[in-house]
């Protein structure tokens, strides 16, 4: 099968879970299909595989980096004619060949559309509707994209995979059972990863409770507002 792969980023230009799936999906379908990887980058083009259509994406500008990457994923169609599309985001068009979408929260990165935001729901709703299959990671998403007039029934969730084995304590280190207790919470800082719940329920805690807890935000600020509202509520907790 001819395979056309094409995502807004990849690793180790960026270092994200969405980037990362695609690397995955890109590597184990080439072990037995033709495969053509489009791929956007930020910071090096040689940080891509070889034999990528590596696309500059300008954050600052969105519209400019759509049209960049829908260029780009036209020219490689045209060049390899794929059999099926897989596509990381919606700036894939949808036409060029059986497209299933891999989709994260709708909402994310609104903010940098300022007054825009309607066309942008309008672009999402228009280009999800004619792929063959969106595919999304929990059930708040698709519930996300039924609210955004998409049919249920195209979109499938697949929940992502964590290998725990790599997250479990260091068993060589001796833990106190009295000792503080530090909390990692590693995601993008968007609202659709929460971590504005986690903030609250740790302010929710009784204030015994609190003095032996650090929670930890680690993430890429992706949406500076929400950034900067994580900030207020963590004020006066031990975030």
């Given at each position: 099968?001819?395979?056309?792969?094409?995502?807004?980023?990849?690793?180790?230009?960026?270092?994200?879970?969405?980037?990362?799936?695609?690397?995955?999906?890109?590597?184990?379908?080439?072990?037995?299909?033709?495969?053509?990887?489009?791929?956007?980058?930020?910071?090096?083009?040689?940080?891509?595989?070889?034999?990528?259509?590596?696309?500059?994406?300008?954050?600052?500008?969105?519209?400019?980096?759509?049209?960049?990457?829908?260029?780009?994923?036209?020219?490689?169609?045209?060049?390899?004619?794929?059999?099926?599309?897989?596509?990381?985001?919606?700036?894939?068009?949808v036409d060029?060949?059986?497209?299933?979408?891999?989709?994260?929260?709708?909402?994310?990165?609104?903010?940098?559309?300022?007054?825009?935001?309607?066309?942008?729901?309008?672009?999402?709703r228009n280009?999800?509707?004619?792929?063959?299959?969106?595919?999304?990671?929990?059930?708040?998403?698709?519930?996300?994209?039924?609210?955004?007039?998409?049919?249920?029934?195209?979109?499938?969730?697949?929940?992502?995979?964590?290998?725990?084995?790599?997250?479990?304590?260091?068993?060589?280190?001796?833990?106190?059972?009295?000792?503080?207790?530090?909390?990692?919470?590693?995601?993008?800082?968007?609202?659709?990863?929460?971590?504005?719940?986690?903030?609250?329920?740790?302010?929710?805690?009784?204030?015994?409770?609190?003095?032996?807890?650090?929670?930890?935000?680690?993430?890429?600020?992706?949406?500076?507002?929400?950034?900067?509202?994580?900030?207020?509520?963590?004020?006066?907790a031990p975030?």
């Amino acid at each position: 099968m001819r395979i056309l792969i094409a995502s807004r980023s990849f690793p180790p230009d960026v270092h994200r879970g969405s980037s990362r799936l695609v690397w995955n999906l890109w590597d184990r379908l080439r072990q037995d299909h033709e495969v053509v990887l489009v791929a956007g980058w930020r910071r090096d083009p040689s940080l891509l595989p070889a034999d990528a259509r590596a696309v500059r994406l300008d954050g600052g500008h969105p519209f400019k980096a759509r049209a960049a990457m829908e260029i780009a994923v036209r020219r490689a169609a045209w060049r390899f004619r794929p059999d099926v599309v897989l596509a990381s985001g919606i700036e894939v068009p949808v036409d060029v060949a059986p497209t299933v979408g891999l989709i994260e929260d709708p909402f994310q990165g609104e903010s940098a559309w300022g007054r825009l935001r309607g066309l942008r729901r309008r672009l999402w709703r228009n280009r999800i509707s004619g792929m063959a299959a969106a595919v999304v990671p929990s059930n708040a998403a698709k519930a996300r994209l039924e609210d955004f007039g998409i049919d249920g029934a195209k979109v499938r969730v697949a929940w992502p995979g964590v290998d725990t084995a790599r997250l479990l304590p260091d068993a060589t280190v001796e833990h106190g059972a009295e000792g503080p207790v530090r909390l990692l919470y590693a995601a993008r800082m968007v609202p659709g990863k929460g971590q504005h719940v986690a903030i609250e329920a740790l302010k929710g805690l009784h204030p015994n409770i609190q003095d032996r807890l650090t929670l930890d935000l680690v993430g890429a600020p992706e949406d500076d507002a929400y950034v900067a509202t994580l900030r207020r509520r963590a004020e006066g907790a031990p975030v």
